[in-house]
């Protein structure tokens, strides 16, 4: 299933009644590129909640914590200026 979470001012967010199981976490973030983080829900894992970012495999502290991998995401070229002596 999907859920999501909308930041709070502080850019804490929480997710409510989620099952045991297995997850991928994405951030959606227009101005950052944020880390995919595996998270581990359930009886037998200790705390109920494990997480783990999927590139670099460091397992992340409760309450999780997570840094953009790329501050500014650049989706287009910036075109060259016209120049005379090119001609």
């Known amino acids: 299933g999907a859920y999501s979470a909308v930041p709070r001012q502080d850019g804490s967010f929480v ?3 989620v099952p045991e199981g297995n997850f991928l976490m994405e ?4 101005q950052r590129a944020w880390p995919m983080v595996r ?11 494990t997480a783990v970012q999927m590139h670099n495999r ?6 999780m914590q997570i840094k953009p991998v790329l501050a500014k ?5 910036k075109r060259q ?3 005379w002596s090119s001609l």
């Open 15 to 17: 997710f409510h009644e």
């Open 73 to 77: 995401q650049d989706f287009f070229e």
């Open 27 to 30: 951030v959606y973030d227009t």
């Open 58 to 63: 460091q397992k992340l502290q409760m309450p």
């Open 39 to 49: 998270v581990e829900v359930g009886k037998t894992v200790p705390n109920g909640v």
């Open 81 to 83: 200026g016209f120049q």
